[in-house]
T-cell receptor, first 111, second 117 residues
Framework: SQQGEEDPQALSIQEGENATMNCSYK?????LQWYRQNSGRGLVHLIL?????REKHSGRLRVTLDTSKKSSSLLITASRAADTASYFC???????????FGKGTHLIIQP | GAVVSQHPSWVICKSGTSVKIECRSL??????MFWYRQFPKQSLMLMAT?????????EQGVEKDKFLINHASLTLSTLTVTSAHPEDSSFYIC?????????????FGPGTRLTVL
């Protein structure tokens, strides 16, 4: 099964700075999703971008998708301490199948 | 809307016992639910797809006799870890599909932390 790869694996920045995380995947997709997971908790769906979209915004989040490079990026602008979490990209296996998750980026926002 | 709950949120059991974890979609019907496992500091791995009224579909490497899945209704799926051993200690997360626009959106439960002594 395909698997997304995020980089960096860990990122530490100062509050107020922008954070950028990247994700690469291996096969064709219908959509790509980004999730946030606070330590030891469940996942929160952040944003879904379809394969025919190149960029999508939601509040302080901006996601891009480059299907030719099979990559996506998640930008969090004006970061806050509450943004500290692990961020995962995920792609559907197809049909009603589950999601394949990347390894995740652990983001630390220092106050 | 689109809330998924899990029960229990954490469980500690002795080696050899069985543990049942429930996953419920509270405000929508889900014909398909998914079970994932997450080891510490690792990503989520899909274990199985649970379909209401039919047998679950297991991913390669997941023992179906060890991880029993039952999807008895459109709002409830259960995962039973049979004869649990310490290596089964993990964070188990379920999700449920809800059609949102043109694309299925998965909503995740808060997870169940299983510790097998």
């Amino acid at each position: 099964s395909q698997q997304g790869e995020e980089d960096p694996q860990a990122l530490s920045i100062q509050e107020g700075e922008n954070a950028t995380m990247n994700c690469s995947y291996k096969t064709s997709i219908n959509n790509l999703q980004w999730y946030r997971q606070n330590s030891g908790r469940g996942l929160v769906h952040l944003i879904l971008i379809r394969s025919n979209e190149r960029e999508k915004h939601s509040g302080r989040l901006r996601v891009t998708l480059d299907t030719s490079k099979k990559s996506s990026s998640l930008l969090i602008t004006a970061s806050r301490a509450a943004d500290t979490a692990s961020y995962f990209c995920a792609t559907p296996l197809g049909g009603a199948d589950g999601l394949t998750f990347g390894k995740g980026t652990h983001l630390i926002i220092q106050p | 809307g689109a809330v998924v709950s899990q029960h229990p949120s954490w469980v500690i059991c002795k080696s050899g016992t069985s543990v049942k974890i429930e996953c419920r979609s509270l405000d929508f019907q889900a014909t398909t639910m998914f079970w994932y496992r997450q080891f510490p500091k690792q990503s989520l791995m899909l274990m199985a797809t649970s379909n209401e009224g039919s047998k679950a579909t297991y991913e390669q490497g997941v023992e179906k006799d060890k991880f029993l899945i039952n999807h008895a209704s459109l709002t409830l799926s259960t995962l039973t870890v049979t004869s649990a051993h310490p290596e089964d200690s993990s964070f188990y997360i379920c999700s449920a599909n809800r059609l949102a626009g043109e694309t299925d959106t998965q909503y995740f439960g808060p997870g169940t932390r299983l510790t097998v002594l």
